[in-house]
Nanobody, 129 residues
Framework: QVQLVESGGGSVQAGDSLRLSCAAS????????VAWFRQAPGKERVFVAR????????YYADSVKDRFTISKNDAGNTIYLLMNNLKPEDTAIYYC??????????????????????WGQGTQVSVSS
């Protein structure tokens, strides 16, 4: 079992950048795929990005492609989400989630919440115009 803790959220202006972190304890991410999801007020939680354990296979939602980058550190115990050119519609609680069981070959597959067995508590990101 792996425990996940997100950090790095905050309140920023449109056009600013933020880097979220997801720290793992209990186990490292070396054999996990890890994703970021987000939930805006009054809306369902949606997929943002996913990286496999090697960092070579990544998937992004269309809404964040070319603005957000998912990565992991060399130690394999922290996942990052670098968010550039933030927009008010990026306002949400951001969650990281780990998948230790499945391999995906499409963004649609990566976005399936049922794949993820471990979730963090979330970190709030607020973007004002």
């Amino acid at each position: 079992q792996v425990q996940l803790v997100e950090s790095g959220g905050g309140s920023v202006q449109a056009g600013d950048s933020l880097r979220l972190s997801c720290a793992a304890s209990g186990r490292t991410f070396r054999t996990f795929s890890v994703a970021w999801f987000r939930q805006a007020p009054g809306k369902e939680r949606v997929f943002v990005a996913r990286t496999d354990w090697s960092g070579h296979q990544k998937y992004y939602a269309d809404s964040v492609k070319d603005r957000f980058t998912i990565s992991k550190n060399d130690a394999g115990n922290t996942i990052y989400l670098l968010m550039n050119n933030l927009k008010p519609e990026d306002t949400a609680i951001y969650y990281c989630a780990a998948d230790d069981r499945t391999t995906v070959y499409s963004t649609a597959a990566a976005a399936t919440e049922g794949r993820y067995t471990n979730w963090g508590q979330g970190t709030q990101v607020s973007v004002s115009s």
